[in-house]
């Protein structure tokens, strides 16, 4: 079984300040890891996709996120954060094989930007 | 890329009443999942078509149930709607079986409202 879990369900941060999202997975196969964003009624849309080859992973929208196997973890974090990056955030995992790869999301994690 | 549509925007529905959502695929895209995302919360897996052919589901009793065509669109239906399945439900799409290498393309879901 794979899960994942997200600390902190908001988070409130000044426009150009750091961003971190803490994301923990638990997986008992080599997981799929994701970031996915959603703007009020929309859908997701993916920011960053870790697929097992290199450890830090660059997205769109100047994010990033960092997969480390020994702390189970894969955080996202963005340097600067701007107005436009309130939003939903969710994280997801996905097992490695299998023809039924679900993705398990979080609670998702609510990102205030103020000024 | 067209991307993937999803069809109605929003829906209300009476309990106990009979529901089919429409989704369109992405170009090239042979497998779609199903989630279903209850207000404040994150997507739930329903179920996933690989090939015209159930290979997955989540946790949800047999009245939802899925179609995928040749032409790559898919519906989800679900009978004797209950309140509790109000919530966004939500397409997505992608190339391969598994999915998990490629990530998912989602749409913009439909609101169902059951009352």
């Known amino acids: 079984a794979q899960s994942v879990t997200q600390l902190g369900s908001h988070v409130s941060v000044s426009e150009g300040a750091l961003v971190l999202l803490r994301c923990n997975y638990s997986?008992?196969?080599?997981?799929?890891l994701f970031w996915y964003v959603q703007y009020p009624n929309q859908g997701l849309q993916l920011l960053l996709k870790y697929t097992s080859a290199a450890t830090l992973v660059k997205g769109i929208n100047g994010f990033e996120a960092e997969f480390k196997k020994s702390e189970t973890s894969f955080h996202l974090t963005k340097p600067s954060a701007h107005m436009s990056d309130a939003a939903e955030y969710f994280c997801?995992?996905?097992?490695?094989?299998?023809?039924?790869?679900?993705?398990?999301f979080g609670t998702g994690t609510r990102l205030q930007v103020t000024l | 890329e067209t991307g993937v549509t999803q069809s109605p925007t929003h829906l209300i529905k009476t309990r106990g009443q009979q529901v089919t959502l429409r989704c369109s695929s992405q170009s090239g895209h042979n497998t779609v999942s199903w989630y279903q995302q209850a207000l404040g919360q994150g997507p739930q897996f329903i179920f996933q078509y690989y090939r015209e052919e159930e290979n997955g589901r989540g946790n949800f009793p047999p009245r939802f149930s899925g179609l995928q065509f040749p032409n790559y669109s898919s519906e989800l239906n679900v009978n004797a709607l209950e309140l509790d399945d109000s919530a966004l439900y939500l397409c997505?799409?992608?190339?391969?079986?598994?999915?998990?290498?490629?990530?998912?393309?989602f749409g913009s879901g439909t609101r169902l409202t059951v009352v």
């Open positions: 997801a995992v996905s097992p490695y094989t299998g023809t039924a790869s679900k993705l398990t």
């Open positions: 997505a799409s992608s190339r391969g079986g598994t999915g998990g290498n490629y990530g998912y393309t």
């Open positions: 997986s008992s196969v080599p997981p799929y």
